[in-house]
């Protein structure tokens, strides 16, 4: 477990080049080595170095990363995990038993609802779908005494409708439930979920934190004392941890994050305008349209309003699918967040194990992960991919 005294004052930048990053005490190195180590030498019998007995346990380069994405999200305390589905497992294995229920919302990335409802289901834990953007809906599905989580991503993977963080908090924890938010498309760059009152936050770090598509993790940031205690009691027991080497890629990727995010959400405002007024476009979804029903939380709870758009096409799911397929430039491909535009078909790739639930997805939703290539080349190929 990484942890962090208390929240610094430096800036954002700062904190995502030096948190947890001291240089090496022996060599001066700047950059904090790959510990490509499974166990240590310990200087007597119950008297482990430093704390470090086994790396399952505890790895000074996944330290540095705990530490590291702590401080970004203004948490005390940090979990890196071996991928983003494993965060989120060892989130509600921490805060549920069997009995218990959770709220997750209409629209939430598959993989979560396939772990919640195919996985944690069997287990013995009830689920709730749930528009999240709307209060008296989120309100109705919570059952006090039984839910121990409001799960939300916000804005939402891949309809995009945005949760107002507060109000939510404030219905969570009337109910004696905790708020817990999957904060990976916004990434802490965009939005601080815990200045809203969330209790624990989720990343997948393979997308924009990693951000360079070339390496599978996850985290959970916490400030709450008990949630930590409990998160790294599972962290260590079930072992889902991440390598040295995977935990130095998400931590080198999260130096430049503050740079990249800015250059996806510039790329991402141009294509939604060209979006916007193009004749095979039904609907553009992105939560930075001044018209969007979630416009007003989102500039309140976000930085900027991320590099995801998502829209509809006229003609249904063939005309979807041949967007998708005409693009070159974008690349056809699940995931997102990496330095390299992607472009998807929901319903038939990221989203597949939602069909025939509450959480379907219309057929004729592209999603894009809008990356930081030249603007120009951008809307070249989204003008020729629409035909």
């Known amino acids: ?50 704390g470090h007995d086994y790396s399952r346990t505890v790895n000074p380069t996944r330290t540095a990363l705990e530490r590291c994405l702590a401080a970004l999200e203004g948490a005390e305390h940090g979990f890196a995990f071996a991928s983003g589905m494993s965060a989120t497992d060892t989130v509600l294995r921490s805060l549920c038993r069997a009995g ?67 109000a939510v908090a404030d219905l969570a924890h009337a109910a004696d439930a905790r708020l817990v938010v999957d ?4 990434t802490p760059y965009l939005q601080l979920p815990l200045d809203f009152g969330a209790d624990v936050v989720v990343h997948s770090t393979t997308k924009y934190l990693g951000g360079h598509s070339d390496v599978i993790g996850g985290a959970a940031l916490t400030s709450d004392v008990e949630v930590a205690a409990r998160l790294g009691a599972l962290q260590n027991a079930a072992g889902a941890i991440p390598g040295p080497f995977d935990a130095w890629l ?11 995010m800015e250059r996806h959400c510039d790329n991402a405002e141009a294509l939604v ?18 018209s969007s029903p979630g416009h007003a939380v989102a500039a309140a709870q976000m930085r900027r309003f991320g590099g995801m758009v998502s829209f509809r096409v006229k003609g249904g799911r063939e005309a979807a699918v041949e967007v998708c ?4 430039l974008f690349t056809l491909g699940e995931s997102l967040g990496g330095v390299e535009s992607l472009i998807e078909h929901p319903k038939e790739m990221t989203h597949q194990s939602v069909e025939g639930s509450a959480l379907e997805v219309p057929d004729d939703l592209v999603r894009l992960s809008v990356g930081i290539e030249s603007r120009k080349d951008l809307e070249a190929d989204l003008r020729q991919a629409l035909g």
Not at 273 to 290: D, K, N
């Open 325 to 328: 397929n005409r693009a070159q």
């Open 183 to 186: 904060n990976t498309f916004a």
């Open 250 to 260: 998400v931590l080198r990727g999260v130096r430049t994050l503050a740079l990249r």
């Open 100 to 166: 218990d229920h959770v709220v997750i919302p209409d629209d939430a990335y598959g993989g979560t609802f396939r772990l919640v409802d195919k996985v944690l289901g069997p287990w013995g834990l009830a689920h709730t779908p749930v528009a999240v953007a709307d209060l008296d809906a989120v309100a109705a599905a919570i059952r006090p005494g039984t839910t121990r989580v409001v799960w939300i991503e916000t804005p939402t993977n891949p309809m995009l409708r945005i949760c107002d963080l507060r």
């Open 273 to 290: 305008a060209l979006l916007t007024s193009h004749p095979r476009v039904r609907e553009v979804l992105y939560p930075g349209i001044e």
């Open 1 to 50: 477990m990484g942890s962090v005294e208390g929240v610094s004052d430096q800036g954002f930048e700062t904190r995502a080049i030096h948190a947890g990053q001291d240089a090496d005490a022996e060599t001066g190195a700047v950059v904090p080595p790959i510990y490509q180590v499974s166990t240590y030498r310990q200087d007597a019998v119950g008297k482990p170095r430093g």
